[in-house]
């Protein structure tokens, strides 16, 4: 248990796995393919570019669909409906970050590609202002695990494979991602009750 | 899958119209939220790239096989298969290079085998848990990002466990 409580110690751990990753991986190419590193790393790059200029794409669509939600009143109708249940999860009364956070996870569970992340980002940073660092975790941690009931790009592959029925593995799908949600949710309440007791 | 496709336009049909009867300027709206598109992406930026240059110099060095290697043993032991292995370890890194992956082995295995399944399944109950930190606590100093982060990881793994072992009989 020991070592387990100095991980958590570790404040920053993306510096440390970032560290940690790339120095290995660093030395690696420096002793087989001195010549393939630079090339791996612009990869890297190019990559992150392409992604921004996808997500920028999504973001207009998303960003202009939720100002006029937000405009129209709806979006304060949406957080109303859900106060009662987010008020227990995320333990908050802020309307905006209700209204954020259920749009996320919603768009989420319908597998809108994009649409739940300028929401939860908004939600993240309305939870860190406000110091519930706890709903901030849980918000991610509900991201992180996958709430999707469709996954559109694993049955697009599957057809695109050939497969004779390539809705078959909803089912599975969808009791695993539900276990791997319902995983997260009590590992992160542990952990939070973990530290309260130290 | 048909009527799945009707939810968009219907969702965004359904809202425009309630906000034209709430008298909603929808050009200028929409206008205004797309504003903050480009700075959104901005700020995700520099940690999007660090995210994913990492992953290519994990994939390209080999570190990424060296590891496979070593945990297959570990994996086939909790039921999942090593043709996987790699499916499983990265996509907590990356989508697309986890999107190309799947491809590969319901290509090689055919869409219908227990291999094939599996990868579908593994692949459709755990996310990319680098990526969406990235995204989520991009420039945000906090504290025990630790936490969150192997929670996640870990409940995905038991996600992926529980999917191999599904697919075995349903």
């Known amino acids: 248990m020991g070592h387990i409580l100095v991980l958590f110690r570790i404040k920053s751990s993306m510096n440390a796995i970032f560290a940690v990753v790339f120095t290995l991986a660093a030395a690696v190419f420096l002793f ?74 919603s768009a989420n569970m319908l597998g809108l590609p994009g649409a739940p992340t300028p929401l939860g980002i908004k939600a993240t940073k309305r939870f860190l202002d406000t110091g519930n660092d706890r709903a901030a975790d849980l918000l991610f ?19 695109a494979a050939g497969a004779e029925n390539a809705m078959d593995i909803l089912l599975p799908t969808l009791l695993s991602t539900l276990i791997s949600t319902f995983a997260g949710f009590l ?12 | ?60 060095s080999g570190l990424s096989a060296l590891v496979t290697g070593w945990l297959s043993p570990a994996f086939s032991f909790l039921g ?15 989508g697309s290079g986890s999107t190309a992956l799947l491809s590969e082995i319901l290509h090689t295995y055919g869409a219908d085998s227990y291999i094939g399944r599996c990868a579908c399944c593994a692949y459709g109950s755990s996310e ?13 100093r906090k504290k025990r ?13 038991i996600g992926v466990i529980c999917a191999c072992l599904f697919c075995r009989f349903m």
């Open chain 1, 141 to 159: 941690v509900l991201n992180a695990t996958s709430l999707q009931l469709l996954p559109t790009t694993v049955i697009a592959l599957r057809i």
């Open chain 2, 1 to 60: 899958m048909k009527y799945f496709s009707l939810v968009i336009p219907t969702l965004f049909l359904a809202v425009f119209l309630y906000a034209l009867i709430k008298k909603v300027k929808l050009y200028d709206g929409f206008a205004e939220g797309v504003k903050e598109a480009a700075p959104l992406v901005l700020s995700l930026f520099p940690y999007l790239a660090a995210i994913l240059i990492l992953s290519e110099l994990f994939e390209r």
């Open chain 1, 187 to 198: 590992l992160l309440k542990i952990s939070h009750a973990l530290r309260r007791k130290k």
């Open chain 2, 128 to 140: 990319t848990v680098f990526y969406i930190s990235a995204v989520y606590f991009a420039g945000v």
């Open chain 2, 145 to 157: 990002m630790f936490t969150p982060i192997f929670v996640s990881l870990s409940a995905n793994f």
């Open chain 2, 80 to 94: 999942i298969p090593p043709e996987i292995a790699k499916l499983v370890l990265m996509k907590p890194f990356s």
């Open chain 1, 32 to 105: 087989t393919d001195p010549d393939g590193f630079l090339p791996a790393m612009l990869s890297g790059g190019e990559k992150a570019a392409l992604l921004s200029l996808d997500l920028l794409a999504v973001y207009c669509v998303w960003l202009g669909f939720f100002k006029i939600l937000e405009k129209s009143g709806l979006a304060d109708k949406i957080a109303r409906l859900f106060s009662p249940l987010a008020k227990r999860i995320f333990r908050t009364d802020d309307r905006e970050a209700i209204y954020c956070a259920c749009g996320n996870l």
